[in-house]
């Protein structure tokens, strides 16, 4: 009895073959599908991404009890040129800041000199996230201790959070609540 049968109440009873090739084409096929809608909605809902004001951040930051200073006196002159606003928010965990920058493209080169800076930083995370579409570009990674870091850019804005593991929630609520 070959491996086209199976034992089964004391005969050899066959097996029916075939059907696995299609079952594995339709869920390569549903996956995809898959795949592409959410590529779409990312694609959608990245567009449409409006950034957010040094107001709307402090008040944002303030809503969930972080003090907040101007941080533009921590940059060289060269930074401070393309820095229009700078502004950190910290408490016991987590750090948030927002940055208005002379424009997109001083923004986006911001947002991966960060996105380095983080790679250097946790070279081995267990989790990282990486899109970006039109102006809008968003990274995060979890480090193996579960730290969080984040950073976005939309249009001339960057903001990121690092958050230790405990924090991780209140950095994610401010980012959704800022919109990035």
């Known amino acids: 009895m070959g491996p086209e049968s199976t034992y089964m109440y004391g005969e050899y009873v066959p097996q029916k073959r075939g059907g696995g090739k299609k079952k594995l084409v339709l869920l390569i096929i549903v996956l995809a599908a898959l795949a592409i809608a959410a590529l779409i909605l990312?694609?959608?809902?990245?567009?449409?991404?409006?950034?957010?004001?040094?107001?709307?951040?402090?008040?944002?930051?303030?809503?969930?009890?972080?003090?907040?200073?101007?941080?533009?006196?921590e940059f060289s002159p060269e930074?401070?040129?393309?820095?229009?606003?700078?502004?950190?928010?910290?408490?016991?965990?987590?750090?948030?800041?927002?940055?208005?920058?002379?424009?997109?493209?001083?923004?986006?080169?911001?947002?991966?000199?960060?996105?380095?800076?983080?790679?250097?930083e946790v070279p081995s995370p267990r989790a990282s996230f990486?899109?970006?579409?039109?102006?809008?570009?968003?990274?995060?990674?979890?480090?193996?201790?579960?730290s969080y870091y984040f950073v976005s850019c939309i249009g001339s804005t960057v903001l990121l959070a690092i958050a230790d593991d405990?924090?991780?929630?209140?950095?994610?609520?401010l980012i959704k609540a800022l919109g990035y």
Do not use: M
Not at 48 to 72: M, S, Y
Not at 90 to 112: H, I, K, M, P, V
Not at 131 to 143: D, E, N, P, R, V
Not at 166 to 173: D, F, P, T
């Open 130 to 146: 990486h899109a970006s579409a039109g102006s809008y570009a968003a990274y995060s990674l979890t480090a193996p201790n579960c």
């Open 42 to 73: 990312f694609l959608v809902q990245a567009l449409n991404k409006t950034p957010a004001t040094a107001e709307e951040f402090i008040a944002a930051v303030e809503e969930r009890g972080l003090a907040w200073e101007d941080n533009r006196a």
């Open 79 to 120: 930074d401070q040129a393309l820095l229009e606003t700078g502004i950190c928010a910290r408490a016991g965990g987590w750090q948030a800041e927002f940055y208005q920058l002379a424009g997109t493209s001083a923004a986006n080169r911001y947002f991966s000199s960060i996105t380095s800076f983080f790679d250097a």
């Open 166 to 173: 405990g924090c991780k929630g209140e950095a994610k609520a």
